[in-house]
């Protein structure tokens, strides 16, 4: 296990069903950091993702964090002890309103008793959520759901926050606006993966990033350097 | 035609359509939250009705107490089913279209299974007791306390679930599960806590069994209309169905007074038919723009 690794991952693998999307990967979270997993579609970003999260059971292989190994634990339970996805595609409850949503957030014991306070914060960092708090999010636009999804992540208190393809769709404007946020947890002190198909924008803000290629980690290196790679540039950056 | 007009005729409709509403709505939890399709439902509703049929026969107790113990008796087997037959499969990573085709007919079976069990157990003659029966008179209409007391449980009782559904904790983690199972999986719902719902059928049980005959075979009625009550009032919503169950009621209680008795399972599978065929979201059913 590396030094100073929050979660550490080892040999995973699986898919869905007799499709085996991951073959065996290898990677570790530094507490306090970005973490960036970048790759194309269909790379396998988003099983891993769910793997984490607690939503699909690998076949094989290691999740640490902290001392115990979650492989066992059901997503209620990884929720609880602070890994939490913002997933791709967003999935707030549509026919909720936005503070429903938020309550939602928070409905693991531990965080509930913080709901108000998580509340105000989360309204503090996108005061256009707090505009709409009694609108159904079903009505949000697409950047407005990604501030929810991202806010509703937040009321669950997590020690490491997985967000998955938080760009897809939206408007420049709003990538920003996502962006500046993330950068700002990050500065805070969370632990953060960020799942990317708009490589270069993660890998300037990331610590650390992988390149996942067909279920493999093809290339991993600290942000800077990846984004110096002569393969990366070709390949993602269409430089 | 002036007893359409009847006071009697309309307390006798509202009684059927609120026992539909409450049996509807515990489908209509177990399948929003679950996706199970479960066929024995109605059958979770005749245990509950011979449980009040033998405390009250071999040990005089109330009704109004039997209730209790017939939820508790439905309650308990609803979870033995979902701890002994379903867990493993919901928290596992089958896609939810296999969970819903398989429960159907694994429920099919555990149906076959609980009505005869029951006929070998108890015979297959249909049972009537008489427990509360005295008259109560309001204005013009006098109808059995029993039924009165069965009106009052289940308004109450659904109306109660709606208001716990829309103001506690747990209930908006239910509503969550109803509306997106995955979402609800990523916010850390548990759902092993979601299991206490066959409680309201045996309870809902034990009241038609004070009011209609029993037998191992009463439940199958009790599904079919379940199912059609939450077609109308549309898959999921709570309160819709409950209104639907009163509609039901309405239509087959006055349907059958204009046409014949016979003409009752027509009736309830013709507006069944309509209603897919018109309205297939349900008649209550905001329209999705999606």
């Known amino acids: 296990m590396n030094d100073g690794a929050l979660l550490d991952v080892r040999g995973l693998a699986g898919g869905y069903g007799p499709v085996k999307v991951l073959h065996g990967i290898d990677f570790s979270l530094p507490g306090g950091r970005i973490t960036a997993l970048v790759g194309g579609n269909g790379a396998g970003k988003t099983t891993a993702m769910a793997m984490l999260a607690g939503l699909l059971e690998p076949d094989s292989g290691t999740i640490r964090y902290g001392g115990s190994a979650v492989e066992g634990w059901g997503s209620a339970r990884r929720v609880a002890a602070g890994i939490v996805l913002v997933p791709e595609g967003r999935l707030v409850f549509p026919d909720m309103t936005v503070e429903e949503n938020l309550r939602l957030g928070a409905i693991n014991r531990q965080a509930r008793r913080h709901t108000a306070d998580g509340m105000e914060q989360v309204y503090a960092q996108f005061p256009r959520l707090g505009e709409r708090r009694r609108q159904s999010a079903g009505t949000l636009s697409g950047g407005e759901q990604q501030m929810l999804a991202l806010g509703r992540g937040l009321m669950s208190r997590p020690r490491i926050l997985l967000l998955d393809e938080p760009s897809l769709g939206l408007a420049p404007m709003m990538v920003d606006l996502i962006f500046e946020a993330i950068g700002a947890l990050a500065a805070g002190g969370m632990t953060i993966l960020l799942s990317e198909q708009n490589v270069g924008l993660s890998l300037e803000l990331a610590d650390r990033a992988y390149v996942l290629e067909n279920g493999a980690i093809a290339l991993s290196g600290s942000g800077r350097d990846l984004l110096g790679n002569a393969e990366v540039r070709r390949a993602y950056l269409g430089l | ?290």
């Open chain 2, 1 to 290: 035609m002036e007893f359409l007009l009847s006071g009697q005729l309309l307390v006798a409709a509202l009684i059927i359509g609120s026992i539909y509403g409450l049996v509807a709505l515990g489908l209509n939890l177990i399948y929003g939250t679950m996706r199970l399709l479960n066929i024995a439902h109605g059958d979770l509703v005749m245990i509950g009705a011979y449980t009040g049929y033998w405390l009250f026969t071999l040990a005089a107790i109330s009704p109004v107490l039997a209730m209790l113990a017939a939820g508790a008796l439905a309650g308990l087997t609803g979870a033995a089913l979902y701890f002994g037959l379903f867990r493993r499969q919901l928290t596992g990573s089958q896609p939810i279209e296999r969970i819903e085709a398989n429960s159907l007919l694994i429920f099919f079976g555990i149906s076959i299974i609980i009505q005869n069990l029951t006929a070998l157990a108890f015979t297959a003659s249909p049972r009537t007791y008489q427990a509360l029966d005295t008259l109560v008179r309001i204005g013009e209409v006098s109808i059995a306390q029993s039924r009165l007391v069965a009106l009052a449980v289940c308004l109450g009782l659904s109306a109660a679930i709606v208001l716990f559904l829309r103001f506690s904790a747990l209930g908006l983690s239910i509503r969550a599960l109803i509306q997106h199972r995955t979402a609800s999986r990523i916010v850390g719902i548990d759902v092993d806590r979601v299991q206490a719902f066959p409680f309201v059928l045996g309870l809902a049980g034990t009241l038609i069994g004070v009011t209609e005959q029993i037998s191992p075979f009463m439940g199958f009625p009790f599904t079919i209309v379940a199912f059609v009550v939450i077609i109308l009032g549309g898959l999921g919503n709570l309160a819709g169905g409950i209104a639907a169950g009163m509609v039901l009621g309405l239509i087959e209680t006055y349907g059958v007074a204009l046409t014949s008795a016979n003409l009752r399972s027509v009736l309830i599978y013709g507006v069944f038919i309509l209603v897919l065929i018109l309205r297939p979201e349900g008649l209550l059913q905001r329209r999705r723009l999606t």
